[in-house]
Each structure stands twice: as structure tokens, then as C-alpha cells.
């Protein structure tokens, strides 16, 4: 924040606190573009509601987070920023999916990177649509394409730091089934 204060690092600072649990400081940052951002079509359509629904997220509301991502919608396929997180709206309406273990609304969230890969390019949230996939399915019973994608996204992770927690709990997930 402190070597590049624009938009762009703003957002994404701001997501990232929102996603790590720091809502405050999310919340924070969230003011600060819209009060310098208030006719930006992708700060008051894109991001900010992208930012609340993560915080959301964080407070175990996702009723609130699909609320909020609503208005996100009709612009979610277009590219809010050069740093690659392309359908931000889309993962974490999956994610809400998922809290509220609706896996075929979350399934079809999470689709939308396979079905747009030219978009994705190497967007890391491309990688993990395909772990949310798998759990989609994996709340539908249907264990066979569960697998598939839990395969896919360990594929994905092979060369990975091992260690890191969603890789571990992939795992996890995966040799239960």
C-alpha cells in the first residue's frame, strides 16, 4: 500500500484483509474508494461489492454475500483490473453456494472458469474454481465428478508448495471420497 496507493492495490488490499478476516481494515479501504471512486463503474459495481460479499463470507452470512454480488453480475465477464483476478463475483457466489450447501447453484459458479478459460488465463482463482467444483459436486452426491475435479485441481498443484492449508485440506477432502 505504501509503494503504490492507486485503485488497483487498493481493491486487491482490501479483498485480500476481507478474505484473510480483517474486515475492518477491509471496511476501511472499502470507504475510501467509494467516497474517491463514486461514479467508477467497476469500484461501485465490481469491487465494492466483491470486498462486502468477502467480508460477508468471513461473518458466515452468505444470504448477504449473494445479496451484495447481485449487482455484480451483469458486468462480472469483463476484466476489472491488469492483476488477474477475473470473476471475483462468480467465486465467492460459489463459496456462498457452498455455505449454504446448494451445490448445483455453486457448481454453475464455479463452471464459469472452465467454460472461460481465455478470460481465467492464470488467474489463481481459476485453479481454485476447480477445487470449489469439486466440492459442489461433492455436496450433490456425486462422487464421481467429485473426484474428477479434485483430481484436476491437485493436478493443477503437483509442483506446489506443499504445505500450503487449502492444498492440505484438498487433500483431505479428496482421499475421503
Known amino acids: 500500500m505504501k509503494l503504490g496507493p492507486n485503485r488497483d492495490v487498493k481493491e486487491m488490499a482490501a479483498l485480500a484483509l476481507a478474505l484473510a478476516g ?5 471496511d476501511k479501504l472499502a470507504a475510501e474508494l467509494d ?3 463514486p461514479l467508477d463503474t467497476l469500484v461501485q459495481r465490481y469491487w465494492l461489492p466483491s470486498i462486502r460479499a468477502a467480508a460477508a ?3 458466515k452470512d452468505p444470504n448477504r454475500a449473494l445479496e451484495l ?7 462480472e465477464l469483463g476484466q476489472p483490473t491488469q492483476v488477474g483476478v477475473i470473476l471475483c463475483p462468480a467465486h465467492l457466489r460459489g463459496e456462498a453456494y457452498l455455505m449454504l450447501h446448494d451445490g448445483n447453484a455453486a457448481a454453475a459458479e464455479f463452471q464459469k472458469f472452465i467454460d ?6 492464470n488467474s489463481p482463482l481459476g485453479a481454485l474454481a476447480r477445487l470449489g467444483l469439486a466440492r459442489a459436486y461433492a455436496v450433490q452426491g456425486d462422487t464421481v465428478k467429485a473426484l474428477t ?5 491437485l493436478t493443477l498443484r503437483k509442483d506446489g508448495d506443499p504445505d500450503i492449508p487449502i492444498l492440505k485440506q484438498a487433500k483431505t477432502e479428496y482421499a475421503k471420497l
Open 22 to 26: 480483517g474486515v475492518a481494515g477491509a
Open 35 to 37: 467516497k474517491s471512486f
Open 57 to 59: 463470507l468471513r461473518s
Open 69 to 75: 454480488l447481485k449487482m455484480a453480475r451483469a458486468i
Open 116 to 121: 472461460h478459460r481465455g478470460l481465467v488465463g
Open 149 to 153: 475435479s479434485y483430481r484436476d485441481f
